[in-house]
Structure formats: C-alpha cells, structure tokens
Nanobody, 118 residues
C-alpha cells in the first residue's frame, strides 16, 4: 500500500507562486509514476504534470512554462512548483501514484486547496 500526503496549498494573488509537496510512504519502491492532478468544483479532474520512475515528465498545455514537477527520492517527496499563477489555476490539487506490479492501482492523496485571486 502507498499513502500520499499533500501540502503547500493556499491563497495567492494572480502572478504569484506556490510549491506543492507530496510525501509518499508505505511501499514506495513499487511506484512506477507519480503526478499532480487538479479538480475545480463542477469540473472533471485533469492531469497537471506527471513524472515517471525513469524521470521523464509531461505537462498539461495549460501549465507549460509555468509548472515544474520534480522529485527527491531520499525524502520520498514529489514537488510541483507553479509560477505566474492565474485564477483558472484555482482548484484542489491531488497527488497521484501509479503501481503496476501485481495489477495497475492508483493511489491518491487528500488534496490541497489552491486559490488564486484576481
């Protein structure tokens, strides 16, 4: 099993920056990829950024050039640095981990609220 805990959300003015953190625990050795997703009220959850165990990354078009996903294996932590925040970035941000060994399984954190004011 994998447990994920996000932190770092908050209220920020448009144009500001935030760094979100996701600490993984449990069977972290079995994680094949991790990512950040976000969901605003009344909207579907969407992928923001992903990073594989090999280090490859992918970003949603809406955040390219403004977001950077990174990892610190020693701390079992994945980060999402977001700059030049826009009101449309307002959402609950969730950390996700994918485990393939023994059958594909998704794990989710509790979410952290990001609110960007105009």
């Amino acid at each position: 099993q994998v447990q994920l805990v996000e932190s770092g959300g908050g209220l920020v003015q448009a144009g500001g920056s935030l760094r979100l953190s996701c600490v993984a625990s449990g069977s972290t050795f079995s994680i094949n990829a991790m990512g950040w997703y976000r969901q605003a009220p009344g909207k579907e959850r969407e992928s923001v950024a992903v990073i594989s165990s090999g280090g490859s990354t992918n970003y949603a078009d809406s955040v390219k050039g403004r977001a950077t996903i990174s990892r610190d294996n020693a701390k079992n932590t994945v980060y999402l640095q977001m700059n030049k925040l826009k009101p449309e970035d307002t959402a609950v941000y969730y950390c996700n981990a994918i485990v393939i060994r023994g059958g594909l399984k998704d794990y989710w954190g509790q979410g952290t609220q990001v609110t960007v004011s105009s």
